[in-house]
Nanobody, 125 residues
Framework: QLQIVESGGALVQPGGSLRLSCAAS????????IGWFRQAPGKERAGVSC????????YYVESVRGRFTISRDNAKGTVTLQMNNLKPDDTAVYYC??????????????????WGQGTQVTVSS
């Protein structure tokens, strides 16, 4: 069973940057498509970005496009989400999710089998 752990959440000022990491204990994520989701207080869980397990194709929702970058760290077997030019509306708990050997890379929660417990990102002055 895959155990997903997110890290890197913090308090940051508007315009600042953070890098989130998604990892699995004892297992690399090379064979998993990875999605990032976020949930703000009182809001539905929403997709952010994803990366395929087949060809490493990526997808970003419009609100983060040009600011966020998802990528694989092949040496570590992890996936990172680089977040630049952060805005207060980016404040949320960020979740990493995985599905084995999938090229779908959609930000649809029901398509992912394994979820981390979330890491808090707060953007405030």
């Amino acid at each position: 069973q895959l155990q997903i752990v997110e890290s890197g959440g913090a308090l940051v000022q508007p315009g600042g940057s953070l890098r989130l990491s998604c990892a699995a204990s004892g297992v690399t994520l090379d064979s998993y498509a990875i999605g990032w989701f976020r949930q703000a207080p009182g809001k539905e869980r929403a997709g952010v970005s994803c990366i395929s397990s087949i060809d490493d194709s990526t997808y970003y929702v419009e609100s983060v496009r040009g600011r966020f970058t998802i990528s694989r760290d092949n040496a570590k077997g992890t996936v990172t989400l680089q977040m630049n030019n952060l805005k207060p509306d980016d404040t949320a708990v960020y979740y990493c999710a995985a599905v084995f050997y999938s090229a779908k890379c959609h930000v649809v929660p029901n398509e992912y089998d394994y979820w981390g417990q979330g890491t808090q990102v707060t953007v405030s002055s």
